[in-house]
Nanobody
Framework: VQLQASGGGLVQPGGSLGLSCTTS????????MGWFRQAPGKQRELVAT???????NYAGFVEGRFTIFRDNAGSTVTLQMNSLKPEDTAVYFC??????????WGQGTQVTVSS
């Protein structure tokens, strides 16, 4: 199983980034897909999830700034982040979960929001 995240980088406050996660080795349309993040010295936290039916869930700090969507044909999940803030700086991880037991993580991609 592989989850390959890409799209991180350095962006100024107020800017936008799109993170993509391409998967292989799983039956993608069975899995709830999600993005988590971990800032230095902090625990990993949920950012957003999307179920197999396309139902989305966002952490409170997202405040309408981020959108998660999935492409079942391409086995890809994307997180579009707008109006980024310095406190969004973290390593962002892609996650795939099916029935709790089957849970996989990508390698993480760094997002830095700084002027």
């Amino acid at each position: 199983v592989q989850l390959q995240a890409s799209g991180g980088g350095l962006v100024q406050p107020g800017g936008s980034l799109g993170l993509s996660c391409t998967t292989s080795g799983i039956t993608f349309n069975l899995y709830t897909m999600g993005w988590f993040r971990q800032a230095p010295g902090k625990q990993r936290e949920l950012v957003a999830t999307i179920t197999t039916d396309g139902i989305t869930n966002y952490a409170g700090f997202v405040e309408g700034r981020f959108t998660i969507f999935r492409d079942n044909a391409g086995s890809t999940v994307t997180l579009q982040m707008n109006s980024l803030k310095p406190e969004d700086t973290a390593v962002y991880f892609c996650n795939a979960n099916w029935r709790v037991r089957w849970n996989y993580w990508g390698q993480g991609t760094q997002v830095t929001v700084s002027s």
